[in-house]
């Protein structure tokens, strides 16, 4: 019988040189440091890894598991490294980690334990910063044509301010930020803490409300060689808005859309769609986003009984050759205050 000749020299097991058991048992096959910090600022959960703030995407239970796990080293030649951590608030800015570690290392699995701490640093991160500190790039002026822009318009213009601030910050412009957003006895103000943005914010707001736009930088110092520029972007919305009912030549019109001194418009005699110039409006009778609602009692060949949606008075109209209302139904109209008579929009 031929005598095994390799024996591991720790444990005398046959092996060709150190086994595998002897080989695990006598690595370091895992450390925890003994502390984690991370830094955050207590007003917008932001978090700063090195030099660069970012916001934090994921929750709170997730974020402890990212921190545990960074704790944690493995030797590269563990495989399967797993960690279950249980956690425990020590403090308001310390949390006692237990991590159970487990792994596989040369076929043999190995387990451990081992105890690490998160230490939560405040500070207040570069868009607090600029915020608190009153910093800011840009003013977006919204403003109208000899008169104050409508609260359908600056509820228009707010709501698109909170949406763009919303998809720049998910795309990581930090600094998209808006400070403040007011309403003045002339129109809406709205604070911006970039430029950028401010461009941004300013061309959608005239786009979608039909206003033109011009900017005015201002040169107000500078930073590490670079100029500090200040922008007003002025955003002056035409004298109409979409859904105003004007009258032209006598005739009521609905703007559909409107630019610096003429209106696209639908005629709500004959369901025309045409041009006029500004010049050639008589007066604002109202909006299409005010309308009544008015039921029809009857209809009798051009002619349309509706009931006054105040008095419930039979009031008759002429009916449109583009609006087919049926008895029993309603339509939408408009008082002009001027004549008292009903104007149909719908
Ligand atoms: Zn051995
Ligand atoms: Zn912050």
Not at 193 to 216: D, E, Y
Not at 289 to 313: F, H, K, M, N, W
Request: proline residues 4%; glycine residues 8%; charged residues 25%.
């Amino acid at each position: 019988m031929e005598i095994l000749r390799s024996v591991c020299p720790r444990c005398g097991k046959p092996s060709a040189g150190l086994c595998n058991e002897c080989r695990a048992a006598e690595t370091e096959w895992f450390t925890c440091d003994p502390r984690v910090e991370t830094i955050y600022c207590p007003v917008c959960d932001s978090r700063k890894q090195g030099k660069t703030w970012s916001d934090t995407t994921v929750d709170r239970a997730a974020l402890l598991q990212e921190l545990a796990y960074s704790a944690l080293h493995f030797h590269p030649d563990v495989r399967r490294p797993e960690a279950q951590f249980t956690f425990r608030e020590t403090s308001p800015n310390r949390t006692a980690v237990t991590a159970e570690v487990r792994g596989l290392l040369y076929g043999v699995e190995v387990s451990g334990e081992c105890s690490t701490k998160i230490v939560w640093i405040k500070e207040q991160c570069d868009r607090c910063n600029r915020i608190s500190g009153g910093y800011y790039e840009g003013i977006i002026q919204v403003r109208a044509t000899d008169r104050r822009p409508s609260t359908r318009e600056i509820d228009r213009a707010a709501r698109i301010t909170e949406e763009l601030e919303t998809s720049l910050q998910e795309a990581g412009e930090r600094l998209a930020f808006v400070s403040k957003v007011e309403a003045t006895r002339d129109g809406l103000d709205i604070v911006v803490g970039s430029n950028h943005m401010g461009q941004l914010l300013a061309s959608q707001i005239s786009g979608a409300l039909g206003g033109r736009l011009s900017t005015h930088p201002k040169l107000v110092g500078e930073k590490d060689g670079k100029k500090l520029y200040r922008i007003t972007f002025l955003v002056r919305l035409p004298r109409y808005q979409r859904g105003d009912v004007v009258l032209s030549r006598g005739r009521y019109l609905e703007v559909r859309s409107a630019t610096q001194g003429q209106a696209q418009v639908f005629d709500l005699q004959d369901g025309s769609n045409r041009i006029v110039r500004e010049d050639e409006i008589e007066r604002l009778v109202g909006n299409v986003g005010d309308a009544e609602s008015a039921l029809v009692a009857y209809l009798y060949d051009d002619v349309l009984g509706i009931l006054d949606p105040r008095t419930q008075g039979a009031v008759e109209c002429r009916a449109l050759p583009w609006l087919h209302p049926e008895e029993g139904g309603t339509v939408l109209v408009i008082r002009d205050g001027e004549t008292g008579q009903f104007v149909l929009v719908g």
